[in-house]
């Protein structure tokens, strides 16, 4: 996979392509602002581009806003924003519309190689990644107003998992059941919720975060 | 002289020469006959007032052999009491004083604030310090405004017609010789209605009126000058809000600033914590992440070089982070300070770049506020003769006295340094102030610099 880096801190940006692409991933351009992420994803046109949120000059948004703009601009491009913390703000402009192809994860999720590195294959293939931290104050907020009540707690685990954008493939792996129980788990939560039917992880995805924020 | 003094001489005579034609002598002598009304309000209303009265109560039994008996003068002086107390309870005194504001405002640029609007109530009126200090200043301003004539009466008026003499007499006295015409009185501003000490017959006389009016012209900008001067005294120390209004203004001022202070604070720390310890323990875990998956699950180990540089650097992050943790935290509060000013002072001269010798002499102790703020004003001082003086010692006083704690810092570096060239020094000066301390500057071009910081001992 082709891979363009937006990250501002050299150190992390060094250790960021070590892993990449010791897994066997090629990163074309490792850059530091908004600007240049733009100017080298016209240049190399990745599969995947890996941008942090705060980048120069304003620390604030930059790597947000360059990301919003290549989902515009260039739409098979697939862009996972790394942050050192949460804003469900960024996550809601990221799923505007679309869940295909986006990640939001914390930097701290790249302490677990194997769970990072799945993510980005996840997006680049047209999946979705949402970070549990995301997902779990959404869960919070929902639990609270009583909406997940008729679910089991397996069944809640399911759905975070759904949530943060996994297949159920990734989700029997990741909570050691088969794969058949899972879907038995999933239809039961799409029941039980009332959710509209979807084709695809990442449509349902959305259907899921639009379910637990209203 | 020198080639300085020879400058210096030059460059007086010509602001001497220039004077006279500047903006500001011109928006003065505005002022002045602007002001004219507000000099003469209060002693004309006062005659016509008192005589009135007086006239009034010109039949008998008022009057006794022709003079107004001494009824008729209490009586007098009870209305312009009276007067004087309405006009402050109307109010009419501070709208007065108001259209003063304004026009010093306008015309000298001096902005003095308005009082504070006065309390409701009869009580409260009468009682109104800023309207009283409005009458005051009304009252005062008739001497004030009679030297403002002066200035501008005497010194431009007559001095600009001295410089006429020698047109008109041209034109005037060119009556055959045998004609004897009286000699003409020159104005000077020392015989104002020309009582003949200075008077001319001839025509060079008039050159020498014109030589006179040539130095009153020169002359009158400065007189003017002071005029003012003490009118803006009169102005910035009666119309003004009282000290207790315009210690309530200080106080709001600086408090604000304090809370800026501290949410900026607060911002650069989550900066320093986002961009320095945090993304080095990041970094640090996926250092040890990868390293995990290059030594395998178990069993053999896959590839044991690449795991020991990974280890090792993610060592190197550890490190590093609690470098920064130490810094961050040394940056909010020095431990040091726990043990006292002294010490802490001493960690910090010690610690500082360019050699720093320190002297405390501190009988007794301030509070831990005070101390933290010398503190930081100390590190604060260091950092930029460190960065910008390029001086070769430094010496820290430290001395309590008689409820002040006095910081200074000096060195023998270019100097130059000045506040309103980059926030350092302003924001140092403002943390001061809002404590009620203050801090001066010595730093001539060229050094050497001297900065003291005040504080009371207690916030």
Redesign the interface.
């Known amino acids: 996979m082709r891979i363009v880096i937006a990250e501002d ?1 050299a ?2 940006r060094a ?2 392509t ?2 990449l692409e ?1 897994e066997g991933h090629v990163v074309c351009a490792a850059v530091a602002d908004g600007d240049e992420l733009l100017a080298a994803a016209a240049r190399h046109r990745p599969d995947v581009v890996i941008a942090d949120i ?1 980048m120069p000059p304003t ?1 604030t948004d930059e790597g947000l806003r360059a990301a919003l703009e290549l989902r515009r601009t260039r739409p098979g491009t697939a862009v996972l924003v790394l942050s ?2 949460i804003e469900t703000r960024y996550a809601a402009s990221l799923l505007h519309g679309s869940a295909a192809g986006v990640g939001y994860l914390l ?2 999720r ?5 769970e ?1 590195t799945e993510a980005v294959s996840r997006v680049a293939a047209g999946g979705t990644a949402l970070d549990r931290e995301v997902v779990s104050q959404l869960l919070a907020a929902s639990r609270h107003a009583g909406y997940l009540d008729p679910l089991t707690r397996r069944e809640r685990d399911v759905l975070a998992l759904m949530a943060e954008g996994r297949s159920n493939a990734g989700i029997a792996t990741a909570l050691v059941l088969t794969l058949g129980t899972v879907e038995k788990h999933v239809a039961s939560i799409f029941g039980k919720l009332g959710l509209p039917a979807s084709e695809s992880d990442n449509r349902r995805v959305l259907a899921v975060l639009h379910y637990l924020k209203s | 002289m020198s080639a300085t003094g020879r400058v210096g001489m030059a460059a007086l005579a010509a602001t001497v020469v220039r004077a006279p034609f500047t903006g500001r002598a011109r928006r003065e002598i505005l002022f002045c006959l602007l002001g004219l009304p507000f000099g003469v309000l209060l002693p004309l209303l006062g005659f016509f007032v008192t005589i009135r009265l007086a006239l009034l109560a010109s039949g008998p039994p008022w009057v006794t052999r022709g003079n107004p008996a001494w009824p008729a003068i209490a009586a007098a002086a009870a209305a312009a009491g009276l007067l004087t107390v309405l006009l402050v309870m109307t109010g009419a005194t501070r709208r007065l004083a108001a259209a003063c504001r304004g026009l010093a405002g306008w015309l000298l640029g001096e902005r003095v604030a308005a009082p504070p609007p006065p309390r409701s109530g009869v009580l409260a009126r009468l009682s109104d310090a800023a309207g009283w200090r409005a009458m005051a200043y009304l009252l005062l301003k008739l001497p004030v405004m009679l030297f403002e004539l002066y200035a501008v009466g005497v010194f431009w008026g007559a001095g600009l017609f001295n410089l006429t003499y020698p047109y008109w007499w041209l034109s005037f006295r060119n009556h055959p010789s045998q004609v004897h015409l009286d000699p003409v009185p020159v104005v000077t501003p020392f015989d104002w209605f020309g009582q003949g000490h200075f008077q001319i017959a001839t025509f060079p006389g008039t050159f020498a009126a014109f030589a006179v009016g040539v130095g009153m012209v020169l002359a009158a900008p400065w007189v003017t000058r002071a005029a003012v001067a003490a009118d803006r005294r009169l102005i910035g120390g009666l119309l003004g809000p009282g000290p207790l209004a315009q210690r309530l203004r200080d106080l709001e001022q600086t408090r604000a600033l304090a809370v800026d202070d501290a949410a900026a604070r607060l911002r650069r720390l989550e ?1 320093d914590l ?2 320095g310890a ?3 323990l ?2 640090l ?6 390293a ?2 290059k030594l395998g699950d178990h069993g053999d180990v896959p590839d044991a070089e ?1 795991a020991r540089e990974l280890v090792s ?1 993610a060592h190197q ?1 550890a490190k590093d982070a609690l470098a920064e943790l130490r810094e961050l935290a040394r940056g909010i509060h020095p431990p040091a300070l726990d043990n006292g000013l002294p010490h802490a002072l001493a960690t910090l001269a010690a610690g500082n770049a360019i050699p720093a010798e320190l002297t405390v002499s501190i009988p007794v102790r301030p509070t831990p506020a005070i101390e933290t703020i010398a503190y930081f004003c100390a590190a604060e001082l260091l950092a930029n003769a460190a960065k910008h003086s390029r001086a070769r010692k430094i010496t820290i006083d430290v001395t309590g006295r008689a409820g002040v704690l006095v910081l200074e810092v000096t060195d023998d570096g270019q100097g130059g340094a000045d506040p309103a060239r980059g926030s350092g020094l302003s924001g140092l000066a403002q943390r001061a102030r809002t404590v009620d301390g203050r801090m001066d500057i010595a730093s001539p071009p060229g050094g050497p610099t001297r900065i003291a910081v005040e504080l009371p001992l207690r916030a």
């Open positions: 801190v150190l992390f250790g960021l070590r892993l010791d705060r620390h050192q913390y930097k701290d790249v302490a677990d190689v194997a990072f | 900066r986002h961009d945090q993304i080095r990041a970094t875990a996926m250092n040890l992440g990868m995990k998956k690449a650097a992050n």
